[in-house]
């Protein structure tokens, strides 16, 4: 016959603490299964993934950064867009007052004036009057435009240090030939075309 369990076995196994007894008790099941979850997974960036965003700062650094310190790009542009300007009120004030204007090399720029009056309608010009300056309306002073440092301004060799806009708005010479377009270049961080073409005097880039 085997051994028989002690007596008191039961009784230690059913009457358990009373501490221990509201220890369990207390514990909902949410916050069991809480206890028993894995912790949360942590997100990061891979090593690759640092190196790449490393190597395109470095680039930018490299190419992009010295251009925004660089004025001559902005300096070539806002002198084109004077030369272009100058260029369209020469003709334009040509056209409205019927009388020659003059456009010539200047500096290494332009210079307008205005040619005196001759003839019925003022439309044979006295191109020998031509010392009165065309005067900028932006702000009152003459039109004589020298490029800033770094910029150049050159042209085709259509005409030889000067040329007119007739009543019509033409390019014309002294003599009041006709000429070919004249093609104007702005240089400076680049090359900038400004033409004036030869049948209307149309100026454009």
Known sequence: MGALPPPCAGLVRRFRPVAARRRDSSASP???R???????AVFGFSLIEL???????????AVALPRFGDTT???????????QAALRH???????????????????????SYCGFTGADGCAANTA???????????GQSFSLLPPDGV??????????????????????????????????????????????AETGHVHR
Not at 51 to 61: G, K, N, Q
Not at 158 to 164: D, E, L, M, T
């Open 34 to 40: 809480r206890e028993a979850s894995p912790p949360p």
């Open 129 to 139: 009057s031509c010392g009165q300056p065309l005067v900028n309306p932006a702000d």
């Open 152 to 197: 150049g301004l050159s042209h085709d060799g259509a005409y030889s240090g000067q040329f007119f806009f007739d009543c019509q708005g033409r390019p014309v010479s002294a003599a009041g030939a006709a000429l070919p377009s004249i093609r104007y270049t702005v240089s400076g961080d680049g090359a900038y075309l400004i033409t004036v073409e």
């Open 90 to 112: 020469g003709q334009k004030v040509a056209i409205a007052q019927r009388r020659w204007t003059r456009v010539a090399d200047s500096g290494g720029g332009l210079a307008l």
């Open 73 to 83: 790009l902005y300096a070539a542009l806002g002198f084109l867009d004077q030369t």
């Open 51 to 61: 190196v790449t965003v490393l190597v395109i700062v470095a680039i930018l650094a």
């Open 30 to 32: 949410r916050s069991r």
